[in-house]
């Protein structure tokens, strides 16, 4: 490859450097371009399991849970500082923005039999085992009775 001491503006390093710039303010921005990681505790009780997650400032209506099969899925977004679209924060520790969590449970839930509760800021979940029949045994007849 010949050296060009005129570098391209447009060339693939500079798309590169300029993705990786933007890239770079969007994570800058608070509450954009990130989600916050979940963490959960996950318990193994008679029939169910019982999910335990903490949930600072967040209300109940700004939480979604759903049930397919063995798949649960938490997502929400915690709230807003109350002067936070007043001031400039300089150091946060506190969860912001969207958060997402999708867990493959060990077993089928009865999504019917879920209970979820939001209490001081922790929510629980508990996850029963979707019962199913048990096998049925059947007897054949022969021919002519029945």
């Known amino acids: 490859m010949p050296f060009d001491p005129v570098p391209n503006p447009f ?4 798309a590169l450097r300029s993705l990786q710039a933007e890239f770079q303010r969007l994570l ?4 954009r371009g990130r989600s916050t990681h979940l963490a959960f505790a996950l318990f193994q009780k008679e029939g169910s399991l019982l999910l335990r997650t903490p949930l600072p400032s967040v209300a109940a209506k700004d939480v979604s849970i759903e049930v397919d099969g ?24 506190r969860p912001r923005g969207c958060f997402s969590r999708t ?24 996850l029963p085992h979707l ?7 059947i007897t054949v ?3 002519g009775q029945g």
Not at 11 to 14: A, D, E, I, N, R
Not at 73 to 93: K, N, R
Not at 131 to 137: D, I, L, R, S, T
């Open 11 to 14: 060339g693939p390093l500079q």
């Open 28 to 31: 800058a921005e608070p509450g």
């Open 70 to 93: 063995n798949v649960l899925t938490l997502s929400g977004q915690y709230c807003a500082e109350p002067d936070e679209a007043a001031a400039i924060a300089h150091h946060v520790e």
């Open 103 to 126: 867990l493959h449970l060990p077993f089928e839930v009865d999504p019917a039999r879920v209970r979820a509760r939001l209490e001081r800021g922790v929510l629980e979940v508990e």
């Open 131 to 137: 019962q199913k029949c048990a096998p049925v045994k």
């Open 141 to 143: 007849q022969p021919a």
